[in-house]
């Protein structure tokens, strides 16, 4: 399996906030790098171009103007998405380990740790090309993806899935529920944000569900598209656990 991953990901100077904390990266590094079947690809940058495809230019100016720092970091984690959805497409799952995040991100506004859409950019540069029609987006993070909902959210082609279950049991037979009454989708993409676990700021979900939702996802895109799936970094910030949660997804979506 293919983890879209670049070094400078590690730099924790480029914002203050938990997404960027020192550290978290690290602690997801130090679990895959337990199995060898994870293979790393270092990403691009996006092109300006590229970011045009989800935002607007007054935004992307204003993250500009954040600094240089925090704009090449957000440009280098888009350009991740969209190399973690063109592996997709080929046909291999791809875990896109990024960040900053992205979900929160949409055309002319972001918040939550986000700058761009890195989801949105990914699945608007597929379709551009002609690769793919349509798509499924599952959004596990604890906080619903706005960003994601208001760049895509409007398109036909595109569902969204942000579930809202309260309590464990149902929220996993939400997710199963609406796979099993989906249309065929031409790629399976997921914001994957581990703070809904038990020991992180949602306190819901366990390790172990984290493996289940991603064996489920893999059924899903099996089932009902060409196999095509692809999953980015979104939140998750107990650094404690946050390694074995994102392996435990991995190990059920590969």
Do not use: Q
């Amino acid at each position: 399996m293919k983890v879209i991953f670049h070094e400078n990901f590690k730099n924790s100077s480029y914002a203050s906030n938990p997404a960027a904390s020192e550290g978290r990266i690290e602690s997801i590094l130090e679990e895959l790098e337990k199995y060898p079947d994870f293979e790393f690809i270092e990403p691009e940058p996006a092109e300006i171009s590229e970011l045009k495809l989800a935002h607007s230019n007054s935004h992307i100016d204003k993250i500009k103007r954040r600094g240089k720092p925090l704009f090449e970091m957000a440009c280098l984690a888009a350009g991740g998405a969209i190399k973690t959805a063109e592996i997709a497409y080929r046909g291999e799952p791809a875990f896109g380990l990024i960040r900053p995040p992205g979900h929160h991100a949409s055309p002319n506004s972001a918040w939550g740790f986000c700058y761009f859409s890195n989801m949105a950019i990914a699945i608007k540069k597929l379709m551009e090309e002609g690769k793919i029609e349509n798509a499924f987006i599952l959004d596990f993070d604890l906080h619903t993806g706005d960003g994601n909902i208001n760049v895509l959210g409007n398109l036909p082609e595109v569902k969204i899935l942000n579930p809202e279950s309260e309590k464990r049991e149902d929220y996993l037979e939400e997710i199963s529920k609406n796979f099993e009454s989906s249309n065929k989708f031409d790629v399976v993409a997921v914001s994957a944000g581990f703070d809904e676990h038990v020991e992180d700021w949602g306190g819901k979900l366990t390790t172990s569900d984290y493996r289940e939702i991603g064996a489920m996802i893999k059924s899903f895109s099996s089932d009902k598209g060409e196999g095509r799936r692809f999953a980015l970094l979104e939140g998750g910030y107990n650094h404690k656990v946050l390694g074995k949660n994102v392996v435990s997804f991995l190990k059920g979506f590969e």
